[in-house]
């Protein structure tokens, strides 16, 4: 019955080669953990994939109650945190999740680094690496502020003052994130909400595919 | 793949007929060096058994550690100890050196960050030689441990000076009074004990005075002689008023 459909889609889109593009090939044995338990440090760049595939799941479950205003978001996060079944889990998956992402990728970021794998003709690859790091602790900073907790409101005003003393175009890249020049508040809260829920996983999602793309096109690097 | 003069086609699209089609016969393993493995779905499957050890990990700390959640955000707090998470600590910590704040700010928030994160972003072009061994290339790698080195360092300095317990209590959740406002009692908290224990009861310099379990003469005497570091002689209004006083604060209670 499978076959069959799959016979029927694959007749009208032909779709066996960009299974095989995508699947079928082969992984060699320098980085297969099962030849070689050193091997193990080439996980590090999936265990990265894994957790963000856990942090778009559990973040499509916390909008589900999270309210991004400043009247409400703290008092749906509590909701969430103490009311909601299992919301002190997806919420703290969310939470660790951000946290390890960024233990990971910079396990990976090192692995790369110190294998010298970045060099002809990966340099493009590593540059697409770099930038789905700084996306990273954008989306970082941009969710610390989403529970509108004590800390979250001081550690995004410190943060917003360091972008604010770039010289000569400062106060309009503070004025681009929080929406005001001087206050931290209700707009500050959407614009970050907007950022960290479309904009960033948005370039994230791009800059994903082309990592995965160019890995694929130039298969992984060779044994050192 | 073939295209162009002699193609056979599904109706009039772009998919070939199915005699002109790659087949869909993988590579002979015997085709490439080394003990290699399918990547579907020998391989995907053991990266997932690494994936699964991982995730009871997570799960764990999830479970033992719930995300934590101070009080609402509250922008006249001016007293609160600020702290950015964890994996920005080092760039904090940074900006609090004598050549890298002040008048030095832009070292400290722009040159050296940008330095560092540019020259990773632009590894591969500054660090072109045709070698690959750690111990061939020593500057990439020196430069790299250095790195490594100092945001491990200033990530400790940054945990070591900040006060953990104060920042415990600065954010800690305050449950919510049901005191009334309006009450005369209220009135007379306000003018001689709200400056040290707080507007909503709930403390500040002195202890907080919801649910004390106190009687009113109990609280009318503390009033009056002071207890611990509290002194003498706070309460300024009559006999009268500290006996509305002491009802009001011996009823007071949380939600």
Redesign the interface.
């Known amino acids: 019955m499978l076959n069959k459909i799959y016979d029927w889609v694959d007749?009208?889109?032909?779709i066996?080669?960009l299974w095989?593009d995508i699947?079928?090939?082969?992984?060699?044995?320098?980085v297969?953990?099962?030849?070689h338990f050193s091997a193990?440090v080439y996980?590090f760049g999936?265990?990265t994939f894994?957790?963000t595939v856990?942090q778009i799941l559990s973040g499509m479950f916390l909008t589900m109650y999270y309210v991004p205003d400043?009247k409400n978001a703290?008092?749906s996060?509590?909701y969430l945190?103490n009311e909601v079944a299992f919301g002190?889990?997806v919420?703290?998956?969310?939470?660790?999740?951000?946290?390890?992402v960024?233990v990971m990728m910079f396990l990976h970021?090192?692995r790369v680094?110190?294998?010298?794998?970045?060099?002809?003709p990966?340099?493009l690859n590593?540059?697409v690496g770099?930038?789905i790091f700084?996306v990273m602790?954008g989306l970082?900073?941009t969710g610390?502020l989403l529970?509108?907790?004590?800390?979250?409101?001081?550690?995004t005003?410190?943060?917003l003052q360091?972008a604010q003393?770039?010289?000569f175009m400062g106060t309009a890249i503070k004025t681009l994130l929080a929406g005001d020049p001087t206050i931290?508040?209700a707009q500050t809260l959407t614009r970050f909400f907007a950022i960290h829920v479309f904009f960033l996983p948005g370039a994230l999602l791009g800059l994903m595919a082309a990592h995965f793309l160019m890995i694929r096109k130039q298969g992984i690097?060779g044994p050192? | 793949m073939h295209r162009g003069k002699g193609m056979k086609f599904?109706g009039d699209?772009r998919?070939?007929a199915?005699e002109h089609?790659?087949p869909?016969i993988?590579?002979d393993?015997s085709e490439?060096?080394?003990?290699?493995?399918?990547?579907?779905p020998n391989?995907?499957l053991?990266?997932w058994m690494?994936?699964a050890v991982?995730?009871i990990g997570?799960?764990c700390?999830?479970?033992a550690?719930?995300?934590?959640?101070?009080?609402?955000?509250?922008?006249t707090?001016t007293a609160?100890?600020?702290?950015?998470?964890?994996?920005?600590l080092f760039?904090?910590q940074l900006?609090k050196y004598t050549y890298a704040s002040g008048p030095y700010?832009?070292i400290g928030?722009?040159v050296i960050p940008g330095l560092a994160?540019g020259a990773?972003?632009?590894?591969?072009?500054i660090?072109?030689g045709?070698?690959?061994?750690?111990s061939k290339?020593p500057f990439?790698?020196g430069f790299?441990l250095l790195a490594?080195a100092s945001i491990f360092y200033l990530t400790w300095e940054s945990v070591a000076t900040h006060d953990w317990e104060a920042a415990k209590k600065?954010?800690q959740?305050v449950a919510e009074s049901s005191v009334d406002k309006e009450s005369d009692g209220y009135k007379h908290y306000k003018a001689s004990c709200a400056g040290c224990h707080g507007n909503e009861l709930s403390g500040g310099t002195g202890p907080k005075l919801l649910d004390t379990g106190l009687s009113p003469e109990e609280v009318a005497k503390i009033a009056k002689e002071g207890k611990g570091n509290m002194p003498p002689g706070v309460f300024k209004g009559s006999d009268e008023e500290l006996k509305v006083l002491a009802e009001f604060i011996s009823n007071a209670k949380t939600k």
């Not at chain 1, 007749?11 to 032909?14: A, M, Q, V």
């Not at chain 1, 297969?32 to 030849?35: G, K, L, T």
């Not at chain 1, 680094?113 to 002809?120: E, I, L, R, V, W």
């Not at chain 2, 490439?32 to 579907?40: D, L, Q």
Request: hydrophobic content about 45%; overall charge positive; some cysteine.
């Open positions: 007749d009208r889109l032909d066996t080669p095989r699947a079928d090939h082969e992984v060699p044995e320098h297969n953990p099962a030849h193990f996980c999936g265990l894994f957790i856990i400043i703290w008092e996060v509590f945190q002190q889990i919420r703290g998956m969310h939470h660790w999740g951000a946290s390890l960024i970021t090192l680094f110190f294998q010298g794998a970045y060099k002809k990966r340099e590593w540059v770099v930038l700084f602790l970082g900073f610390y529970p509108w907790d004590m800390k979250a409101l001081f550690a005003k410190v943060g360091i003393s770039v010289p931290v508040g690097s050192l | 599904v699209s998919i070939p199915a089609r790659k869909n993988p590579k393993y490439y060096p080394g003990k290699t493995e399918a990547f579907w391989f995907l053991k990266e690494v994936g991982f995730l997570y799960l700390l999830t479970v550690h719930p995300s934590p959640l101070e009080k609402i955000a509250d922008p707090d609160y100890i600020p702290l950015p998470d964890w994996y920005f760039l904090y900006l700010n832009v928030a722009l994160f990773l972003l632009l590894a591969p072009f660090d072109r045709p070698q690959r061994r750690p290339r990439a790698t790299m490594v600065q954010g959740i």
